[in-house]
């Protein structure tokens, strides 16, 4: 449909190189939800704003990567899961596009780690997985407990702004008794 001239509501385009957009428009630009496919094989189903990717969505490539999480104006930013087809996985925090925060890592074996990253590179690994009773960070061992009548404390090597840090990002920080099987997410 047109509205003064413009591409408004819903509508499936077809391009010449074979790309198809099936969405939502505004103005002239895919605005809202939408399933681009592009000649190459790349596909993106999510939020758009503008005609850039924003918001929660999913975008795949013929070779298997697979990233599910959060754009703003076409960069990863906010929450997301990135994996490879190996079976590796980095799941975490992302900033204009690049691996930024804390965030869990799965290896190709299963073996999963907590890290840091920033501006797209590996900081510092927090801990590893392990079952049964322990100090945790998000799930994950870390030697050492906290106690917050202290006027300090580390757990693994972590100082008190990061442990803040940790706990701004949703993540439990101490001592609990408890099993965990950590969900990274499905995608």
Not at 28 to 43: E, L, P, S, T
Request: charged fraction near 25%.
């Amino acid at each position: 449909m047109y509205c003064a001239g413009a591409k408004e509501g819903h509508g499936t385009f077809t391009w010449s190189d074979g790309a198809i957009y099936k969405g939502s428009l505004s103005n002239n630009h895919f605005h809202g939800c939408g399933d681009y496919r592009w000649h190459d094989g790349r596909r993106y189903k999510g939020g758009w704003e503008k005609s850039k990717l924003h918001g929660m969505g999913r975008m795949t490539w013929p070779d298997g990567r697979c990233y599910r999480g959060y754009y703003i104006r076409d960069r990863k930013h906010g929450e997301g899961c990135f994996r490879w087809p190996s079976g590796v996985q980095y799941s975490g925090q992302w900033l204009q596009g690049k691996q930024h925060g804390m965030a869990r890592y799965k290896y190709l074996g299963g073996k999963v780690r907590f890290g840091r990253w920033e501006d797209g590179s590996h900081v510092e690994w927090l801990g590893t997985l392990r079952l049964g009773l322990s100090s945790w960070i998000g799930g994950f061992e870390a030697p050492g407990s906290w106690n917050s009548c202290s006027k300090g404390f580390r757990v693994g090597g972590l100082s008190h702004a990061d442990k803040r840090y940790a706990e701004k990002a949703g993540l439990k920080v101490g001592v609990f008794r408890e099993t965990y099987s950590p969900q990274l997410l499905d995608v």
